[in-house]
């Protein structure tokens, strides 16, 4: 593994079906998010974790879940999918921090393109 | 509240100057990044301010004047391969990264 590998690399869902979806990197970064993102509404945070063990809520939390049991990995849950959860979505991860920089810069995974029907 | 706006789309030929505007409204400020993305492919980082004024990187030089709440992304010596949406991005704190919606950068022969 070389980087951010998130999948499946797409994925059609019925709705009220629950789905997660992978991400693990191997850079050993502290940090990990999680963003959706749709024609003309750029790219919105879902969830993120500074750290292995925790995890904050970003901008459009609802309906979705995450945990990071270990540096690694950052899976997201969808409880029961909605149309409305139609998106690409990206993972991505940072060194936020431990080179004492006031900056982080987030490398993304690939994507995940889900199609909610 | 917290926004960003930057233009929708921005066209231009081959060797050209391009600058593509950025002005946000946030209570919080960290900083403003830059990623790119090409059509079907993952954003990547381009640039990073935290202070006022001018960074520069090969042919991309990224701005900002936090007093103007304002930057800008400036591309020259266009290539083809510069064809992409370019996403002006600023942090509310050290973790949380804050996109705009995006310009698509067409280049023309």
């Known amino acids: 593994i070389a980087g951010i590998t998130q999948a499946p690399t797409s994925q059609i869902l019925a709705a009220g079906r629950r789905m997660t979806l992978r991400c693990t990197q191997d850079m050993r970064h502290n940090a990990m998010y999680w963003y959706r993102q749709d024609l003309g509404l750029g790219l919105r945070l879902i969830h993120y974790s500074n750290t292995a063990g925790t995890t904050g809520k970003g901008e459009v939390p609802d309906g979705y879940s995450v945990s990071r049991a270990n540096t690694d990995d950052f899976p997201l849950t969808l409880a029961s999918a909605v149309p409305s959860q139609t998106s690409v979505y990206f993972c991505?991860?940072?060194?936020?921090?431990?080179?004492?920089?006031?900056?982080?810069?987030?490398?993304f995974g690939p994507g995940t393109r889900l199609t909610v029907l | 509240g917290q926004s960003l706006e930057q233009p929708s789309e921005v066209t231009a030929v081959e060797g050209a100057i391009v600058q593509i505007n950025c002005t946000y409204q946030?209570?919080?400020?960290?900083?403003l990044s830059w990623y790119q993305q090409h059509d079907g492919g993952a954003p990547t980082f381009l640039s990073y301010n935290a202070l006022d004024g001018l960074e520069e990187t090969g042919r991309f030089s990224s701005f900002l004047s936090r007093s103007d709440s304002y930057g800008y992304l400036l591309l020259q010596e266009l290539q083809m391969k510069d064809s992409a949406s370019y996403f002006c991005?600023?942090?509310?704190?050290?973790?949380?990264?804050?996109f705009g919606t995006g310009t698509r950068l067409q280049v023309f022969p």
């Open positions: 991005a600023y942090y509310i704190n050290t973790d949380k990264l804050i």
């Open positions: 991505a991860s940072s060194d936020s921090g431990r080179t004492g920089s006031s900056y982080n810069e987030q490398f």
């Open positions: 946030t209570s919080g400020f960290y900083g």
